[in-house]
């Protein structure tokens, strides 16, 4: 049997392909690459919304999707299964990145943690102050969380586009900060935007958790196994009132950080299934089939040799980065211009509060908050970072995006702030990040900055 023995007697198109997939992968894997895919997503939402074929825009995602078996139906617009059911994957990475950090990242300590989680609270204390000092009437005031919530994503992403001039410590205190920002979301998402829990729908959560406490204890290693216990806590949310992507969240805290016990350590299994491999195949009468319980022992241990909170975060970020947010973006900025009516107060107010609160606001908590800690002996500031680093971090903290749009559709019902709500958050995030750019590059980009810091 002739096998190629060197890559240069590949075809030439083979070579090609894995050079173009070599380099895509690459490309994926750059921070501030999935920022502006995120950023392109809006702008044509935008674009599309306000457009002479607008109306296909909002027909296309109030669209009835059904699923089914037998007499029983189930069908919701488009839009809910991207905000409601998609999403579920994202806050899943999320519940991960924190059950990861809080193992062993920037959580896992109160030392590590304490002026980050000092700095978050005044980053989302202070903007809710500044969204109701200005909208304290009933139906503006649910909005009070829309300006509270970071978008990791877009902030690490905008803080990539800065170039390696920044410290290390700036990009880890950030994402602690977002992290942060995240459960405070959540807690938020949970007590305040979810409906009355229903009992029935709460036994129905609970079987999911059991099932996937259960299969964990069996030392049920492959993700897919998880869907359906999954699947049915995402029912049991919906059904309890709550929001069901809260599911994800879940999840994604319930992951183990340690690799599955197996009977042979990883290392050990793949090294044997590769050393039964080689002699099968160097065998005479060799045929192909007698590669399949090797190479399936050799998938186990690969899969093995992470932990599943590593492992699965790993697969679903290209996604969740280049899907998932994207298409909720696309699905939810497109904000009609001509459809929000700012000649009234109401509106006025939000689009302001907002705006203010995410731009104004969560840097000054966070500097204000951070400067009260280190003034008072409870933390210090991270070895060579200084104050202008917090506030690079208090102006990026400012983009809400993803979150935030998310938290304004469930705490308007009513159209018109709904739309103005969406459009504050936009205009906040694109003002955040562009300050943040601009201070960036005057205080480390400038030659006498890189040499003063």
Known sequence: MSRPSSRHRLPRAQRLTEQAFSTLSRFMHIEAVSGIVLLTAAAIALAWANSPVSESYHALWHMPLSIGVGDYQFSQSLHFWINDALMTVF????????????????????????????????????????????????P???????????????????LALLGRSIPGNIRIFLLALAIIDDIVAVLIIAVFYSGGLQLGG???AGIGIIAVLGLQRMGIGSAWAYVPPGAILWIGMLQTGAHPTLAGVVLGLMTPVVPVRTRQQPLQMASRALNHLRIRMNAPGWQPEQAHAPLSRLRRAQRELLPPVSRVQAALHPWVAYGVMPLFALANAGVTLDGVDLGTHAPQQILLGTILALVVGKP????????????????????????GGIALIGLLAGIGFTMSIFIATLAFSDANLLGTAKLGVLLASLLAALLGLAWGWFRYRRPAAVTRC
């Open 91 to 138: 806050f899943l990475v999320v519940g991960m990145e924190i059950r990861r950090e809080i193992h062993e990242g920037s959580l896992s300590s109160l030392q590590q943690a304490a002026l980050p989680l000092i700095a978050a609270l005044g980053g989302v204390v202070t903007p809710a102050l500044v969204y109701l000092a200005l909208n304290g009437e009933p």
């Open 140 to 158: 503006q005031r649910a909005g009070w969380a829309v300006p509270t919530a970071t978008d990791i994503a877009f902030a690490i992403g905008v």
């Open 202 to 204: 709460l036994l129905v």
């Open 364 to 387: 000054l908590g966070v500097l204000a908050l951070s400067w009260l800690a280190v003034r008072f002996g409870w933390c210090r500031l991270p070895e060579g970072m200084g104050w």
